[in-house]
Structures are given as structure tokens and as C-alpha cells.
């Protein structure tokens, strides 16, 4: 029961943040919330006599995904979470497309990888709980014939400059809604899936339908066009049994105390911080993403705090001599809820590092990886990018 109240409260601070956010180019919805208020006993969408499977996946939904996918998972709580229960994505999205995009992430987004395979939180079997509530939530997959595109790239990247671009972006500049060129999305998302996301959109996100807009040839082509990005997923280094890395909590403990102005009493600029760290200040910097994203890059220095396990903030000294900053990828989140819980231990000096991780790296400040411990055991880690299993389809 002290899980699901934390979870709720840890829910219901997002909530209040997300709406505070302004629209932004029509890409984000202001009422992530959606209808109905959550029910005490039964999490958000589940229904009495739920299996115990569904049941147990909502519940680590709340606890690993809510942040930012929101308590209802209509997506748009942080970031740009996308839906995880839009009609036409139910029916497209395999159990394999689901469960792939848990278990390895979207690296380079604020989707970390949660298998505990890659130094996440989850195995597969909750992995899989999570899957079976989310299918729960909407139409079951339906039987789309597997259908490679045979447009023409060229045509298709006029096709995307015109009606994708304002949204989606391009490779190297962001845009606000998901990544369709991403790897790790591609190398899961069959053609028929991309057609059946283009033709119908996702009813109830920014994402429009182009059935009517486009003629099906233009179609055809922005899928070659996304097809023709797909590069083969970045190798992700395994790990077994991961336990959370210790090390050092301080970061130069003999050096004088940091100063800084904040925004609204709770931001630090990034650039504060690097100059902090270049004049070698005493600091605790706390990475407040799933751990697997710790592994593959944090601040020097940094520990691993999840925003689901706080056992770690107990070592931390709680002294006017020591700052404590917070940091994650999207961009504010995760770390706003580790340092809401630093404020209500009594933590006087605290921070959440206002750019987040990602706008970090991009100014190429400094940034290390971990070498994650020795497999134990003699089973060898599964192979990282696994040959897909085909689209399944119900007969
Ligand atoms: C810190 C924020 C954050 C958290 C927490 C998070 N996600 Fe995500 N998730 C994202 C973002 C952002 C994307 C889109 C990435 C991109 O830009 O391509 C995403 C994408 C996904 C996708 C791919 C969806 C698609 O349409 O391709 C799935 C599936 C998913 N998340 C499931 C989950 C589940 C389940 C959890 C909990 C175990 C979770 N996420 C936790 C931010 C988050
Ligand atoms: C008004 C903004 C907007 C425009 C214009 C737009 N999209 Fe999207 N698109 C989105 C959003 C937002 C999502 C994620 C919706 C969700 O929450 O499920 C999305 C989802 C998608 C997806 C599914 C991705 C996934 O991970 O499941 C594909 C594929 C896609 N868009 C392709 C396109 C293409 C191709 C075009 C141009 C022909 C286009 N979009 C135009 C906003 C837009």
C-alpha cells in the first residue's frame, strides 16, 4: 500500500507540472490527465476482475512509466512522451514491437532502456505484465497485411519537408513529436506499421491522419523515405544481475563550498555547474534517469539515484557546505522528483540542472560512461539487438 500511495503522490506532481507547461507549436497537449480520476484500490484503466498479470503491470506502469507517459499513459506528462494506448497504435504494435521498446529504450531520448538486461529496473516478466496492461487499455492487435513499401525515397522527402517536418524535425534537429527515424524504432516498426500510423494518425495526439491529404503513392514514399534512415541499432552493452553501482558520493570533498543562483528557487543553468566542476567545488551530483541510462553516460562523478529507488539519497551529507543537484534527460522530471524528496528530508541546498542531460552532451561538457559489473554466472547475456521476431498477427 506505501507503494501505490508514493506512486500516486510521485503521479500526481507530474500532473500539476505537466499542466503548468505552455502548448508548444501544437505538438503538446495541455490536459494529459484525460478523463476520470484514478481510483484508490485499482490503478488508473483497470477494471475489477483484471487478471492479476494486468493487475501487476499497471502497478509498475505507475511506479517506472507514469512520469512521463502520464497516470492515464495518453502520453505528454514530461517531454514528449508519446500515447502508449492510442487506438491505431494498439492495433499495429506487436507484443515484440512493446516489449522491445521497454526493454531497449530509445537511447539518445529520455527513453531509457528498463530491462534489467541493459542496468534497468525490470525483468521480463514484468516486462510483459506491463505489455499485458497496456493491451488492456485498448483494441486488441489487428490482422494488417505485412506489406513492404515500394515508393521512391526521393519523392518522399519532399512529401516529409512539406507535412512531417514541422513536428517531427529532421535527424539532427529534434523535433518536438517522436523520433519515426530512430533505429531502435525502425528496426521494430514493419512498413505496415509506419502506413497504418501515416494513414490513420493517432486519434487523440497532434499526430494528424493523412488518409485524404496525401495520395497513397505519397505515402508509400515517406515510408521508403523513413525506411532509407533506418541504420542498424547502436550495440548497447549487456548486463547481468546489476546491482546499483557504488562509488564515491562526493565530488571533490576536500573542495570549498559551490555557489549558485537559481531559477525560481529551484533551477540551475548548466553552465553553472560546469564551472563549479572546472573549480574543482564540493558537490553531490545525482543522475535521477534509469540506471541503464547511468551506464551509458552521466556527469564525472554522478551517482545513480533513480526516481523509483531512492535508497542511495540516504548517503548523502546534509550540510550548508554541500550542494546536491539533480539531473536527468527530459529534462526536468525525473530529477524534480529527487530533489522534492531532498527538499523533504531537510536538504537546504538543492537543485534540478535546468538543460538536462541531453543539452550536456550536445555542448560537449564533460561526460563518462561506466563499465558495467562482470556477468556473474555462466549464462551468456542474451545477443543485444536479437533478430526480430516477425509481426504476429491473430488469425
Ligand atoms: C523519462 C521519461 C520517460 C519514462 C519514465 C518512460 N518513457 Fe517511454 N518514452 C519516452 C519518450 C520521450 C519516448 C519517445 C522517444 C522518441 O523521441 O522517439 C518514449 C517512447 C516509448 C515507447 C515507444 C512508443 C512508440 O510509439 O514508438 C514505448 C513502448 C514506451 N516509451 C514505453 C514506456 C514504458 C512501458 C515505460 C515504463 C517502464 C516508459 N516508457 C517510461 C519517455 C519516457
Ligand atoms: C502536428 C504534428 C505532426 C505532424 C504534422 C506529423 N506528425 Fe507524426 N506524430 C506526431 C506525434 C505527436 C506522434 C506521436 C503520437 C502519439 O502520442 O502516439 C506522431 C507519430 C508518428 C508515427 C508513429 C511513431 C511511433 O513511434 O509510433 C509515425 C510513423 C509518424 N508520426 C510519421 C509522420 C509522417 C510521415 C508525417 C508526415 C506525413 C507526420 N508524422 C506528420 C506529430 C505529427
Request: glycine share 8%.
Amino acid at each position: 500500500m506505501a507503494f501505490a500511495l508514493s506512486s500516486w503522490r510521485v503521479a500526481a506532481v507530474f500532473l500539476l507540472a505537466a499542466l503548468a507547461q505552455p502548448l508548444v507549436q501544437g505538438c503538446k497537449r495541455s490536459d494529459p490527465g484525460g478523463q476520470g480520476k484514478p481510483s484508490a484500490e485499482l490503478p488508473y484503466g483497470v477494471h475489477p476482475g483484471a487478471s492479476p498479470q494486468v493487475i501487476a503491470g499497471a502497478q509498475a506502469y505507475l511506479k517506472y512509466c507514469a512520469l512521463c507517459h502520464g497516470v492515464d499513459a495518453r502520453g505528454y506528462a514530461a517531454d514528449n512522451a508519446p500515447s502508449l494506448v492510442s487506438t491505431t497504435f494498439l492495433e499495429s504494435a506487436s507484443d515484440n514491437f512493446l516489449s522491445r521498446g521497454i526493454r531497449e529504450g530509445r537511447q539518445g531520448t529520455a527513453m531509457a532502456a528498463y530491462s534489467r538486461q541493459f542496468g534497468g529496473p525490470l525483468d521480463d516478466k514484468e516486462i510483459a505484465s506491463i505489455v499485458a496492461f497496456l493491451r488492456s487499455r485498448g483494441p486488441a492487435q489487428a490482422r494488417i497485411p505485412a506489406r513492404p513499401s515500394t515508393g521512391n525515397p526521393a519523392h518522399g522527402q519532399e512529401v516529409y519537408d512539406r507535412h512531417c517536418v514541422s513536428c517531427h524535425g529532421t535527424k539532427t534537429q529534434r523535433g518536438l513529436a517522436v523520433q519515426p527515424w530512430h533505429p531502435t524504432f525502425l528496426a521494430a516498426a514493419p512498413d505496415e506499421f509506419l502506413r497504418h500510423a501515416i494513414t490513420l494518425g493517432r486519434p487523440g495526439t497532434p499526430m494528424p491522419a493523412f488518409i485524404g491529404a496525401l495520395q497513397p503513392g505519397e505515402i508509400e514514399d515517406v515510408i521508403a523515405l523513413l525506411r532509407s534512415w533506418g541504420t542498424p541499432p547502436p550495440a548497447r552493452p549487456a548486463i547481468q544481475h546489476p546491482e546499483l553501482p557504488k562509488g564515491p558520493v562526493l565530488i571533490n570533498p576536500s573542495g570549498g563550498a559551490a555557489s549558485f543562483t537559481l531559477r525560481d528557487g529551484r533551477y540551475v543553468p548548466a553552465e553553472q555547474v560546469k564551472k563549479a566542476l572546472d573549480a574543482k567545488k564540493r558537490l553531490v551530483i545525482v543522475d535521477a534517469r534509469a540506471t541503464s541510462d547511468w551506464y551509458q553516460a552521466h556527469i564525472p562523478g554522478s551517482i545513480s539515484v533513480p526516481y523509483y529507488g531512492f535508497s542511495r539519497l540516504d548517503e548523502i551529507p546534509n550540510d550548508a557546505q554541500t550542494w546536491v543537484l539533480a539531473y536527468c534527460a527530459c529534462p526536468h522530471h525525473a530529477s524534480g522528483v529527487v530533489v522534492d524528496e531532498l527538499r523533504r528530508r531537510g536538504f537546504k541546498n538543492t537543485a534540478v540542472i535546468d538543460e538536462g542531460i541531453l543539452e550536456w552532451q550536445k555542448r560537449k561538457y564533460p561526460i563518462e560512461s561506466a563499465t558495467p559489473p562482470a556477468p556473474s554466472g555462466s549464462a551468456p547475456a542474451p545477443a543485444l539487438s536479437a533478430p526480430l521476431v516477425p509481426l504476429r498477427l491473430p488469425r
